[in-house]
């Protein structure tokens, strides 16, 4: 913290601040900060090539995604499905609305309200590494999750 005492003059040195130094100057202003912890948190849960199964990987982020949904009980929960560029559009679009319905229903199969499920998808129109088409990419073959 540095402190002017006259516009003639240059600042005082500056000088560290311990927390009770900060709360007595800025705690009206840190009291006013929105809760971040109330902000959405998001996950993503990767597929097998053409399947609605999940990876290994997304197996075991699974229980952390139950237990925030529980912890945070959220009016809004987006499910987003995506796909690869193999295939046709049509095929990729109805891939992305199976593994994202796949979510859903592993979702409400542990207990969370269908009414604040909302679901979507997005075939290969919005990939996470973009690619050409044909090209295989693990990453693209994902479901996002959003917690409101």
Avoid: C
């Avoid at 840190?30 to 912890?37: G, I, N, R, S, V």
Wanted: cysteine-free; glycine content about 4%; aromatic content about 8%.
């Amino acid at each position: 913290m540095t402190r002017v005492e006259d516009f003639n003059r240059p600042p005082i040195a500056p000088r560290p601040l311990d927390e009770k130094g900060i709360a007595g100057i800025f705690g009206d202003a840190l009291a006013a900060q929105p809760d971040l912890t109330r902000r959405f948190i998001s996950f993503t849960l990767w597929f097998e090539s053409n399947k609605t199964k999940f990876t290994d990987a997304s197996k075991e982020t699974l229980p952390e995604l139950l237990r925030m949904i529980k912890m945070r009980k959220p009016k809004e929960i987006h499910i987003v499905g995506h796909t690869d560029r193999v295939g046709t559009d049509s095929h990729n679009q109805t891939l992305s609305s199976r593994r994202a319905n796949f979510v859903r229903d592993f979702l409400i199969s542990n207990d969370i309200k269908l009414s604040v499920l909302f679901v979507f998808f997005q075939g290969e129109s919005r990939p996470l590494v973009y690619t050409e088409d044909e090209v295989a990419e693990p990453l693209n073959r994902r479901v996002e999750v959003m917690i409101r």
